[in-house]
């Protein structure tokens, strides 16, 4: 019995010693750490995050949009902090600004839409469908720097270098003060841009861009969140502009959470059909120059060509005396167009007239079509009413209210207005026709388009300058107008 205690006590002896092995306890501490890693959910629409998942975006209202994302460990936060480097405070009158240049690229409409080209330490981005033409517009932008003897660096994250030659070959945009690059980690990228030191630096995509210190996979908001803030910082320290390429979703937004447009210095959309010729680059936040500023260009075999004239490219096709065309003058930035604006009324069978717009808002233009019911007495209930600006461009601003009650006018009765007569005007709820800024701009550029007469609000024609060219007719309310019309 004492040799049966003995070898149990042996046994139990045993078993502690198994269960305290060290080699035991750190399978155990493993497995520990394994289950409690702190991971996030984010969505990867706006960016908003979580504990846990979430069916529905509770901020942006987006279906199965999060992910399971790593948190950022300490170690990973103490080497962030200290590869940041305290600034000290200065005076701002003591910061010498006499001698600031903007960089031009040779592209004029790009550099306009910039506000007059590139601001050193400015941190450019630039959003479109694919195939749009993003990449051509960047890689001839640069063209133009290296030309000026300028060093100038493109990083690609979808082509490669051989694959990057052949488009330059096609666009004929060989220089040897372009340096190209296929690259993915940001990491290397800031590396490369301070052993390099370029003047301009084009980052292709931003999607595309990684950090091996996140868990998560490129493209995800942390990692485009991530590379943003790394690049942008070193654009400010360095003074080098650069310019990145993002992705857009389907509703037309830049990919990746919101505050990707709010660190950065420009936003640029790059808008057209990829059916058409015509390109519209459009300027929605710029720190440096004007916003809602537009460059036109052409899309063609070798690239991108400059549209110098647009209101001359968007006219070039417009029917003569056709009833529902109408020719508007719509400020894009600093830059009066002429653009067309159709329209077409035709009777419907069914309870619930059709309302198809393309270029110009559905809402306001069903304001409008109300207020012709009410105080025109036109009955477009029983029609269906399609609307389109010609040419690809959108037209936002509420100067081009008469024009749009004109051509449903026009269509409506099926009678043309006069070819060489040009109409702007805000429209009230009431049918009174509201002045619009800039009106001498408008019809200096109808004069030089050849036009000959133009309808105005009545509070403009009070304002504006004698002029031998064009004959302006004033309008206070929308039955005055289209009873000058017709």
Request: hydrophobic share 45%.
């Amino acid at each position: 019995m004492n040799a049966g205690v003995v070898r149990a006590g042996g046994l139990i002896r045993a078993a502690s010693r198994v269960t305290r092995s060290p080699s035991y306890h750190g399978r155990c501490t493993l497995g520990i750490v394994k289950k409690t890693a702190k991971t996030i959910y984010s969505c990867q629409s706006c960016g908003y995050q979580s504990p846990k998942w979430l069916g529905k975006c509770p901020d942006c209202g987006g279906w199965s949009s999060f992910v399971e994302e790593r948190l950022a460990t300490g170690a990973l936060a103490v080497k962030r902090n200290a590869a940041v480097s305290p600034s000290a405070p200065v005076p701002i009158d003591s910061i010498d600004i006499d001698h600031e240049q903007r960089m031009l690229t040779a592209i004029r409409e790009f550099d306009r839409v910039l506000g007059g080209g590139l601001v050193a330490g400015s941190l450019v981005l630039i959003g479109g469908d694919p195939g749009i033409g993003k990449s051509t517009l960047m890689l001839q932008a640069l063209h133009g720097l290296a030309g000026q003897g300028r060093k100038v660096l493109y990083v690609s994250g979808e082509e490669s270098i051989r694959q990057i030659r052949l488009r330059s070959r096609r666009l004929t945009t060989a220089s040897p003060n372009l340096l190209v690059v296929s690259e993915v980690e940001v990491d290397s990228v800031l590396s490369m841009i301070e052993s390099v030191k370029p003047e301009v630096v084009v980052v292709d995509s931003i999607q595309t861009m990684f950090s091996p210190e996140l868990g998560s996979a490129p493209g995800s908001v942390s990692q485009v969140r991530e590379a943003t803030v790394r690049l942008m910082l070193t654009a400010k320290r360095s003074g080098v502009p650069i310019l990145l390429v993002g992705h857009v979703t389907k509703d037309g937004a830049i990919a990746g959470p919101k505050l990707l447009e709010h660190m950065v210095d420009t936003v640029l959309y790059f808008e057209g059909d990829r059916n058409q010729i015509f390109r519209v680059l459009r300027a929605v936040k710029n720190r440096f120059g004007s916003t809602n500023e537009i460059g036109v260009f052409e899309m063609k075999e070798r690239g991108l060509a400059e549209v110098a004239n647009p209101s001359a490219v968007f006219l070039s096709e417009r029917p003569a005396s056709a009833p529902g065309s109408v020719v508007t003058a719509s400020m894009e930035g600093t830059r009066p167009i002429l653009v067309e604006i159709q329209s077409l009324a035709s009777g419907t069978s069914f309870g619930t007239p059709r309302r198809t717009i393309l270029g110009l808002d559905p809402n306001r233009v069903a304001l409008l079509a109300a207020v012709m019911e009410k105080k025109i007495g036109m009955h477009l209930m029983g029609y269906d009413i399609f609307m389109n600006v010609a040419g690809g461009v959108k037209v936002v601003e509420p100067a081009v209210d008469l024009a749009v009650v004109a051509a449903i006018a026009s269509s409506f009765l099926d009678k043309p207005v006069a070819a060489r007569t040009v109409i702007m005007g805000e429209v009230g709820l009431t049918g009174e026709v509201r002045a619009v800024g800039q009106a001498d701009a408008r019809i200096a550029e109808a004069a030089k388009m050849g036009f000959t007469r133009c309808i105005v609000p009545r509070g403009n024609l009070k304002r504006l300058a004698p002029a031998a060219e064009v004959e302006a007719v004033g309008a206070e309310t929308v039955t005055e107008a289209v009873a000058a019309l017709f």
